[in-house]
C-alpha cells in the first residue's frame, strides 16, 4: 500500500506547457509516461495523442483536429520539433528532465 502511495506522490506534478494554445506534458521519458499511466494499481483512461509539428499547424485551420486535441486528456511531445518548441519557449527546461529539479 504504502509503494502506491509513493508512485502517486511522485506524479501528482507533471510540469505541463504550452504550445501554440495545446499543453503538453512533460514526462521525462516513455518509461515515465507508462509509470505515470498505470500508477497505482489503475490504468488511466482517457484520449492519447501524440504531438507534432504537423498536427498543430493542420489544427489552426482544421476545426475538428483543434477539438480534438483539446479534448485529448493526454499530449506528449512526438518530435524534436515540439520538443524545440519548449525548449525555446520555456528555457530553463533545456533538457526537459530539468524541469523536475
Given at each position: 500500500?504504502?509503494?502506491?502511495?509513493?508512485?502517486?506522490?511522485?506524479?501528482?506534478?507533471?510540469?505541463?506547457?504550452?504550445?501554440?494554445?495545446h499543453m503538453v506534458s512533460g514526462f521525462k521519458n516513455i518509461s515515465h509516461f507508462i509509470d505515470f499511466l498505470f500508477a497505482d494499481g489503475k490504468i488511466k483512461n482517457g484520449i492519447l495523442i501524440a504531438l507534432n509539428a504537423e498536427k498543430v499547424i493542420i489544427a489552426e485551420k482544421n476545426k475538428k483536429?483543434?477539438?480534438?486535441?483539446?479534448?485529448?486528456?493526454?499530449?506528449y511531445a512526438d518530435g524534436i520539433s515540439i520538443v524545440r518548441a519548449i525548449r525555446r519557449k520555456y528555457p530553463r527546461c533545456s533538457n526537459i528532465s530539468y524541469c523536475w529539479n
Amino acid at each position: 500500500m504504502k509503494k502506491t502511495t509513493q508512485l502517486s506522490n511522485i506524479y501528482q506534478f507533471i510540469p505541463q506547457f504550452s504550445i501554440r494554445g495545446h499543453m503538453v506534458s512533460g514526462f521525462k521519458n516513455i518509461s515515465h509516461f507508462i509509470d505515470f499511466l498505470f500508477a497505482d494499481g489503475k490504468i488511466k483512461n482517457g484520449i492519447l495523442i501524440a504531438l507534432n509539428a504537423e498536427k498543430v499547424i493542420i489544427a489552426e485551420k482544421n476545426k475538428k483536429l483543434h477539438n480534438l486535441l483539446r479534448q485529448a486528456e493526454f499530449l506528449y511531445a512526438d518530435g524534436i520539433s515540439i520538443v524545440r518548441a519548449i525548449r525555446r519557449k520555456y528555457p530553463r527546461c533545456s533538457n526537459i528532465s530539468y524541469c523536475w529539479n
